[in-house]
């Protein structure tokens, strides 16, 4: 197997190098596939979905449709439970404006973690401002993992009524144990929220084997365009929940003076939705699917252990969160130099990583660290790759000290 | 590997001017929360002339080195002298190219010192 050549962006270079791409986390490259599947769409069959008694219109939203089932099935759903958003952001703002300000009263608890990404911390923040709810926190342990005794004395409070947490923290990496905590959020009759953005492309999901009545998820990070998303929820759930963006698409009819709602999945999917990146996303699911979880898995589990070994043997360079349960994710920190001076520098020399606290300021004040260097890697990258980016890591330091 | 100028990288391991200026006219503070810079510049005036400057605060190299070199070269030059100043100024004094990815990092000194002199 060689899923490089499926990736044609991997020949790029910068300043005459081949780029090395460490910057998955972010977003992920995509494959020429699914650059076809959005192009041909474009080519061959686009029109708006769900309105005009046109053939084409049809067609197009025939392949929404279709996108949709392949989307639901990749994650053990049924298709009226997937709503198509703009990302994982707008699901999770879907679910908190819907969902939780029709469900929610001042004093109700939402628990999340320290590592949250601010994806899934804002939208609670506001419903704070707004409804006077609490956010109740989940402390990280300086191996990076959740304190799950802390967890579990927070879920035994009275009037928590959900449950929102990352699979994995886009800083750290480290995989959560989802499927422990949300089963005991569901016997305490606490709704649980799956941001999934970092795991979907990494490891296999299952709504149901995971208890999740909510899941979120961007396609960009799963190999998919950008601008296109997923909501799941519980049917029941869904079922009751007000609209969220009114508009063309999600209505039943609409009066000068009243509306009705349409039926879920179309109740949450106001104005023309992004019907190619949709496609785009199941076509990615698809590649997935052709290259194997067995496959990506090996792979970036040989890339973790490398990566790890590397980092280990560099006593200049801290790793943040040192759990062996892990994503292909790692973020540093060098005493005495700037993550941003690293990857401007590393930059230059054709490595792509990211700086800066990634979205995840409350994790990095916990840390007592204002920025790092995340490098995150998916299973098109190499142990090679890592050779050359250690070295070059190497040079930095040294020119620096 | 291009590595920065070596008067950056010794404005930034040995910054100038650094520490509290107890009887400044003025301070202001600049932070650049996405990346973690935080600069608080103290400005001393004599009549509409820049008598000292010293600084405070932690960040990349070039946000630092600037910020260290700016108290230097700044000294003796009138306030609207400086408050003219631009990332052109900057890239002049720094003698080196500054990508846009840098830019922010490049002005948090001189908007520290301009937003200073506007406290006066």
């Given amino acids: ?401 | 590997m291009d590595l920065y100028a070596y008067q950056i990288l010794d404005h930034y391991k040995r910054p100038r001017n650094y520490g509290v200026l107890t009887d400044a006219d003025a301070s202001s503070e600049q932070a650049n929360l996405s990346c973690g810079d935080n600069i608080v510049m103290y400005l001393k005036l004599d009549d509409d002339k820049i008598a000292k400057l010293q600084f405070t605060g932690d960040g990349c190299a070039i946000s630092k080195a600037t910020a260290s070199m700016l108290t230097e070269k700044l000294v003796g030059k009138k306030t609207t002298e400086v408050l003219a100043m631009d990332l052109e100024s900057i890239r002049e004094l720094l003698h080196i190219e500054i990508s846009d990815r840098r830019s922010g990092c490049a002005m948090i000194g001189l908007s520290a010192v301009q937003k200073a002199i506007k406290n006066t």
């Fill in chain 1, 1 to 401: 197997m060689n899923p490089r050549s499926d990736f044609p962006i991997l020949n790029k270079t910068i300043n005459g190098e081949t780029i090395v791409y460490f910057d998955n986390a972010a977003t992920t490259q995509k494959p020429q596939i699914v650059i076809d599947a959005v192009s041909n769409f474009y080519t061959n069959s686009n029109a708006n979905v769900h309105r005009g008694i046109n053939p084409l219109a049809e067609e197009a939203t025939k392949l929404y449709e279709d996108a949709r089932a392949t989307v639901a099935q990749f994650i053990g759903a049924a298709s009226k439970e997937i709503i198509f958003t703009r990302g994982t952001t707008e699901s999770i703002n879907l679910v908190a404006r819907a969902w939780g300000e029709a469900s929610l009263q001042a004093g109700d608890i939402v628990v999340l973690s320290q590592a949250e990404h601010h994806a899934n911390y804002v939208p609670w923040l506001q419903l704070k401002e707004k409804l006077g709810i609490k956010l109740a926190v989940i402390p990280v342990l300086a191996s990076g993992e959740l304190d799950l005794q802390a967890a579990k004395k927070l879920l035994a409070e009275p009037r928590v009524k959900l449950l929102t947490l990352s699979q994995a923290s886009n800083v750290l990496g480290i995989i959560n144990p989802i499927k422990e905590l949300f089963a005991e959020a569901r016997d305490l009759g606490i709704v649980t929220l799956l941001d999934a953005a970092q795991t979907v492309g990494h490891l296999p999901i299952d709504v149901l084997d995971l208890h999740c009545d909510f899941l979120v998820a961007s396609a960009h990070k799963l190999y998919g365009p950008t601008g296109v998303g997923i909501l799941f929820g519980r049917a029941e759930l869904l079922a009751k929940m007000p609209p969220f963006l009114g508009g063309g698409g999600m209505i039943a009819s609409v009066a000068t003076d009243s509306f009705v709602a349409g039926p879920v999945p179309e109740k949450f999917e106001a104005g023309t939705p992004p019907i190619a990146e949709a496609i785009g996303m199941a076509a990615a699911c698809d590649y997935i699917k052709q290259v194997s979880w067995t496959e990506i898995i090996k792979q970036e589990e040989t890339l973790t252990e490398y990566a790890t070994q590397k980092l280990v043997e560099r006593p200049y360079i801290k790793l943040l969160g040192t759990a062996l349960k892990r994503l292909p994710v790692f973020s540093l920190v060098i005493n005495d130099l700037h993550a941003h001076d690293l990857a401007d520098l590393l930059g230059q020399a054709g490595f792509i990583t990211r700086a800066g606290h990634h979205c995840a300021q409350p994790l990095h004040d916990s840390l007592g660290v204002v920025a790092s260097l995340r490098l995150s890697l998916s299973f098109y990258n190499t142990t090679e790759e890592l050779d050359r980016f250690f070295s070059a890591l190497d040079q930095v330091y040294q020119s620096f000290n």
